[in-house]
């Protein structure tokens, strides 16, 4: 904390807070929807040591259909970054964006039903055109990698798609050609398919839907085609490949907006407009339930350092939920969420999150037009408990901290505040009221003017004294009035005022 005093008889105190926003960037005109990064470690010598330094790209996306890049401002504070271009490409609003790295491009999609591909920017990078995915006959809604170049997108149009995006960049490439996907699942939902997640444990790639439910699919397994069926169900179109249908994860009461696997905790994280986050063991079965509050979930994204389970909601706050096993026999679940930070400052519902993990941060970007840096949770700073909302910890987590279990100290109750010495009873500030207050004021006369002179610590304060006094003599002593001043009158003036006194006319001689 930072005290400070004002000549208005204020007292400041300034408390850091490490859950603010370390930096916000502006750039978008619209609302923001998509974030992704790409960072590049620094290169390694003969000896194993570190030459020159990492490099990272952040790119955002939304409702403006301007892909923007963004760059580190400064090695000092990681979170700080400046704006560098902007490409245009996309005819609507940009939904979903990843990184791959094994051909060094973004890949991008949106309302215009397109998948584009960005080759990463920067002066080593070699310069390639952008490259258009175009098989999609609906709102492409979602991306994911299925290992180093294989992409998977879910669409609006009850799709399911793979991609090699290292086809796409082949030599003679032209920018806009066309790229054909290798395998597609027709009808693979009900509804919309909203998310896709993959798993590389389990060889799975999970789909979400407005039909309320969460597909898996075996990546190690193909299909061949299969005719249509008149009743609407799925299948394999003439000349593709698709993939088994090996799950199915049933639970939520709407739809469900998103889902990610999480490496840490071998577990399936889903997020449902029914406003709970669920969790899922490898075998499909829920293991974990949770309603943040907030009005509603927006996003959702997994801490791949600690396993946290990151909450956008429709309040702008950013919460973040640790996920451990429940000890206690309390709840209906084998895990339990229990939150450890919230982040507030947006001023509009959160549309993702993505963690940095090279960079120890959080990137959210949000509906009111901004991207705000957060310092990412971690366990060691004992910050958990200060940083989260009393009021959404909930009875049981209440009663965890009361009792003082399972809880680093925070930075009050090892630093205690103590009464400054000044202040205390018998004190300077206490001898000084006894003798007339703090603010008595006595003013200087002429006659203490040789103690107050004395008692002057500089030219300056001599010189305002001295003229202190002179102005004090100038205004409160009344000015002495002048001496009349007289002069000898001559023989003619001393003749007119004696016939003025006597009333006679003088006579024309007189004149004369």
């Given at each position: 904390?930072?005290?400070?005093?004002?000549?208005?008889?204020q007292l400041l105190i300034w408390r850091f807070n490490p859950h603010g926003a370390a930096s916000i960037l502006h750039a978008h005109t619209d609302w923001v929807e998509a974030l992704a990064y790409a960072h590049k470690p620094a290169e390694r010598g003969e000896h194993g040591d570190e030459v020159g330094q990492d490099s990272l790209e952040l790119?955002?996306?939304?409702?403006?259909?301007?892909?923007?890049?963004?760059?580190?401002?400064?090695?000092?504070?990681?979170?700080?970054?400046?704006?560098?271009?902007?490409?245009?490409?996309?005819?609507?609003?940009?939904?979903?964006?990843?990184?791959?790295?094994?051909?060094?491009?973004?890949?991008?999609?949106?309302?215009?039903?397109?998948?584009?591909?960005?080759?990463?920017?920067?002066?080593?990078?070699?310069?390639?055109?952008?490259?258009?995915?175009?098989?999609?006959?609906?709102?492409?809604?979602?991306?994911?990698?299925?290992?180093?170049?294989?992409?998977?997108?879910?669409?609006?149009?009850?799709?399911?798609?793979?991609?090699?995006?290292?086809?796409?960049?082949?030599?003679?490439?032209?920018?806009?050609?066309?790229?054909?996907?290798?395998?597609?699942?027709?009808?693979?939902?009900?509804?919309?398919?909203?998310?896709?997640?993959?798993?590389?444990?389990?060889?799975?790639?999970?789909?979400?839907?407005?039909?309320?439910?969460?597909?898996?699919?075996?990546v190690r397994c193909d299909t061949d085609s299969s005719p249509v069926d008149a009743d609407g169900e799925m299948f394999v179109p003439e000349g593709k490949r698709g993939k088994r249908c090996c799950g199915v994860l049933l639970g939520h009461t709407s739809d469900v907006s998103c889902v990610k696997w999480s490496e840490p905790l071998a577990l399936?994280?889903?997020?449902?407009?029914?406003?709970?986050?669920?969790?899922?063991?490898?075998?499909?079965?829920?293991?974990?339930?949770?309603?943040?509050?907030?009005?509603?979930?927006?996003?959702?994204?997994?801490?791949?350092?600690?396993?946290?389970?990151?909450?956008?909601?429709?309040?702008?706050?950013?919460?973040?939920?640790?996920?451990?096993?429940?000890?206690?026999?309390?709840?209906?679940?084998?895990?339990?969420?229990?939150?450890?930070?919230?982040?507030?400052?947006?001023?509009?519902?959160?549309?993702?999150?993505?963690?940095?993990?090279?960079?120890?941060?959080?990137?959210?970007?949000?509906?009111?037009?901004?991207?705000?840096?957060?310092?990412?949770?971690?366990?060691?700073?004992?910050?958990?408990?200060?940083?989260?909302?009393?009021?959404?910890?909930?009875?049981?987590?209440?009663?965890?901290?009361?009792?003082?279990?399972?809880?680093?100290?925070?930075?009050?109750?090892?630093?205690?505040?103590?009464?400054?010495?000044?202040?205390?009873?018998?004190?300077?500030?206490?001898?000084?009221?006894?003798?007339?207050?703090?603010?008595?004021?006595?003013?200087?006369?002429?006659?203490?003017?040789?103690?107050?002179?004395?008692?002057?610590?500089?030219?300056?304060?001599?010189?305002?004294?001295?003229?202190?006094?002179?102005?004090?003599?100038?205004?409160?002593?009344?000015?002495?009035?002048?001496?009349?001043?007289?002069?000898?009158?001559?023989?003619?003036?001393?003749?007119?005022?004696?016939?003025?006194?006597?009333?006679?006319?003088?006579?024309s001689r007189s004149v004369l």
């Open positions: 904390e930072v005290l400070a005093s004002t000549n208005t008889r790119i955002s996306a939304g409702s403006d259909a301007v892909i923007r890049r963004w760059e580190p401002a400064s090695r000092h504070n990681p979170a700080l970054f400046d704006h560098t271009t902007s490409d245009a490409g996309h005819d609507g609003a940009v939904l979903c964006a990843l990184y791959c790295g094994a051909v060094e491009c973004f890949v991008t999609c949106g309302d215009d039903s397109t998948i584009r591909l960005w080759p990463e920017a920067g002066p080593t990078a070699a310069p390639r055109q952008p490259q258009v995915l175009t098989e999609h006959t609906d709102r492409v809604t979602g991306l994911a990698l299925v290992g180093a170049s294989t992409l998977a997108s879910v669409s609006w149009d009850l799709t399911l798609r793979l991609w090699q995006l290292d086809a796409a960049f082949d030599t003679g490439a032209a920018a806009g050609a066309t790229h054909a996907s290798t395998h597609v699942i027709q009808n693979a939902h009900d509804d919309y398919i909203l998310s896709v997640a993959f798993s590389p444990e389990l060889g799975q790639i999970a789909s979400s839907s407005a039909d309320q439910g969460v597909k898996l699919w075996d399936w994280v889903t997020s449902s407009e029914d406003r709970t986050v669920r969790l899922w063991n490898r075998g499909g079965v829920q293991v974990g339930e949770y309603r943040p509050p907030g009005d509603g979930i927006t996003a959702l994204a997994l801490d791949r350092c600690h396993g946290c389970v990151i909450v956008g909601t429709m309040d702008a706050a950013v919460r973040i939920y640790a996920v451990a096993p429940d000890l206690s026999g309390e709840s209906l679940w084998p895990f339990e969420l229990k939150l450890v930070q919230t982040n507030s400052g947006h001023a509009d519902a959160v549309r993702c999150v993505l963690h940095v993990p090279e960079r120890q941060l959080y990137v959210t970007a949000s509906w009111d037009r901004s991207i705000r840096v957060w310092r990412a949770y971690s366990p060691r700073t004992g910050n958990g408990a200060e940083g989260a909302d009393a009021a959404d910890l909930g009875d049981a987590q209440a009663e965890e901290h009361d009792d003082g279990s399972d809880r680093q100290q925070t930075y009050a109750e090892l630093h205690p505040l103590t009464e400054p010495k000044w202040l205390r009873k018998g004190g300077a500030l206490e001898r000084r009221r006894g003798e007339g207050g703090l603010r008595a004021r006595r003013k200087i006369k002429p006659a203490e003017m040789d103690d107050a002179t004395s008692k002057a610590s500089s030219a300056l304060g001599l010189k305002l004294l001295e003229l202190e006094t002179r102005l004090k003599a100038t205004f409160t002593e009344p000015a002495a009035k002048p001496a009349p001043v007289r002069r000898a009158r001559t023989s003619g003036e001393a003749g007119s005022m004696r016939r003025a006194a006597s009333g006679r006319e003088p006579s």
